[in-house]
């Protein structure tokens, strides 16, 4: 079993202010999904990375995916209250094209950006 | 168009009744997903369909079915659940299919939140 660690699990903190969350696995990826997802609704892609070493920006958020293709983070610059939500970070393995779109995910990051 | 949709958005139902989800995807995807999650937790797979046929079944109980009657529509008939078997029911497409590279990215829909009593 591949497993996705996240981190933190909890933040939060004031508007204005920087936030990054980690995802770390022994485990290669072949591609690795950033998701948002707020109460009662489903995640939103946010970016998929897949080369090691990639930096994807999307407004105030950074993306980046390790040069092993093991672990990335997402950076999130002046936040802001509306960035308040479940954050999931997701894993396809690499097993030699044979992954049958099977995702990893990891636990989450309950952000919550106070006014 | 890059939306999945799902119906019903709420469904509450007895241990005994026999209901279906319905989710519906026109972005041309082949991989289509069913997920269940509870609260503030990741969802966890229980099917993936790869061009209408179903490649991963993650042993999920039999009173859950899938069915996939074409490449756009994916339901989940449900008979005889449980309690604990109430959640959040997502339902994902991605381009990517059996035997193809990689998912890049799967598009969740907004879900069906599933009580049992």
């Known amino acids: 079993t591949q497993l996705l660690e996240q981190s933190p699990q909890f933040l939060s903190i004031q508007e204005g202010e920087n936030l990054t969350v980690y995802c770390n696995s022994s485990?290669?990826?072949?591609?690795l999904q950033w998701y948002r997802q707020e109460p009662g609704e489903g995640p939103v892609l946010l970016v998929t990375?897949?080369?090691?070493?990639e930096v994807k920006k999307l407004k105030r958020l950074t993306f980046q995916f390790g040069d092993a293709r093991k672990d990335s983070s997402l950076h999130i610059t002046a936040a802001q209250p509306g960035d308040t939500g479940l954050y999931l970070c997701?894993?396809?393995?690499?097993?030699?094209?044979?992954?049958?779109?099977?995702?990893?995910f990891g636990q989450g990051t309950i952000l919550t950006v106070h006014p | 168009d890059t939306e999945v949709t799902q119906t019903p958005k709420h469904l509450v139902m007895g241990m005994t009744n026999k209901k279906s989800l319905k989710c519906e995807q026109h972005?041309?995807?082949?991989?289509m997903y069913w997920y269940k999650q509870k609260a503030k937790k990741p969802p966890e797979l229980m099917f993936v369909?790869?061009?209408?046929?179903?490649?991963i079944n993650e042993s999920v109980p039999s009173r859950f079915s899938p069915e996939c009657p074409n490449s756009s529509l994916l339901n989940l008939h449900l008979h005889a659940l449980q309690p604990e078997d109430s959640a959040l029911y997502l339902c994902?497409?991605?381009?990517?299919?059996?035997?193809?590279?990689?998912?890049?990215?799967?598009?969740f829909g907004p879900g069906t939140r599933l009580t049992v009593l």
């Open positions: 994902a497409s991605s381009q990517g299919g059996l035997g193809l590279a990689s998912v890049r990215g799967q598009y």
């Open positions: 485990s290669v990826f072949s591609s």
């Open positions: 990375v897949v080369t090691g070493g």
């Open positions: 997701a894993g396809e393995v690499d097993a030699g094209g044979t992954s049958y779109g099977k995702l990893t």
């Open positions: 972005m041309g995807h082949r991989a």
């Open positions: 369909y790869s061009y209408e046929k179903l490649s």
